[in-house]
């Protein structure tokens, strides 16, 4: 099944800029062909590389990949609550706290990774098991509603968004 992407009121306003990046009409493949385009930009990456920061108070390549596994946990469970009508409207999470319990330095970037992989192919199943139904489904979560189709958008987009910044700011001439 192919999963095109949401309308714009299938989430709030704050994500487009996530969805905004996605240019695909078809969620899974992107989905794939991110984390491929991901691992093959950072695998083998030196210590130095994974630990740098572009400025003081910013995440290291390290940091920056578990922040991404932990937001696609948060993001496709909360596709899997929707998708299954419960109605409990659900927290939102705020990544600077999460940032500070992140003790990345002590992986290597490869491990990250392999971490990253199974995170996303996790969701890939997830969206691979939803029909159209489920997939209109809509939820609250930080105060906002949300369908489980914009939730898979929003996933790929933050994903996109990360990886451009790691691109830009940390690889780039670094």
Known sequence: MIITPPAQNDYP??????????????L???LSDEMQTLKGLLTDLSDEKSNYRYQPDKWNIKELLIHMCDTE??????A?????????????????????????????VDHILAEFQAVRESSIKLYESFGEEELNCVGVASGA?????????ITL???????????ERYLNGN
């Open 28 to 30: 899974i493949p992107a």
């Open 80 to 108: 899997l609550r929707f998708a299954r009508h419960d109605k409990t409207a659900l927290p939102g999470f705020e990544q600077d706290d999460y940032g500070q319990l992140i003790w990345g330095t002590n992986r290597s």
């Open 145 to 153: 509603d949300f369908t489980v189709r914009a939730q898979g958008y």
């Open 73 to 78: 946990r948060i993001f496709s469970y909360r």
């Open 157 to 167: 987009g933050h994903a996109l968004h990360h990886r451009l910044i790691i691109e």
């Open 13 to 26: 306003q704050f994500y487009h800029t996530y969805v905004s990046k996605v240019n695909t009409t078809d």
